[in-house]
């Protein structure tokens, strides 16, 4: 554990305070006024993060994952039969978005990446409104290692898509011991 002690412009706060974030795990951050008043210091108690958690690997995340055209259409019946009008649950955009990150990586090994443009941007786009919708906190999701919030989820979408589909795939309602399971939030 170490001290921070930084002097900045007033206006350089917020972005010093972000990268000291995603640098360190730190303490409440204390901002106090130089003497002259003109400047800033920032004062945090500091520590450096552990080693980040690796995401899970596409194989390891989609290995019990029903076939993509399984998936394809489960979700068109889901969309058709719940209505846009109705509000469709998390189930629905997690298996979304992991099937659509699927179809762009099969078309990423098949194809080669200047084919794949259009794959990438919706598996991306899909992943993006998982991340969003997770953030809501309106259905219970995963987040072991990384939130919906947190800025390894922000940096790869598509990671905490995998990490999302690895948790939910598993089914834990057979221990008496555990809150009901991802996969069936209301057992």
Partial sequence: MFEIRVICENTDVG???TALLKSFKLSDVHRRTTHGGRRVRLYATAEAHTAPAQWPTA???YATAPAILDELEWINRTAAETG???ELDRQYFLRKAAVFDRIALRNAADEGPSDTAGN???AEAAAVFLLDFDKTGRELYGGTPYPPGHPA???DPRGYVRQEYALWSVCTCDDPDELPCLKH???
């Fill in 185 to 187: 939030p209301s057992a």
């Fill in 15 to 17: 972005t010093l305070t």
């Fill in 84 to 86: 846009w009008d109705e």
């Fill in 153 to 155: 989820s922000e940096a």
């Fill in 120 to 122: 990438e941007d919706v």
């Fill in 59 to 61: 194989e390891n995340a």
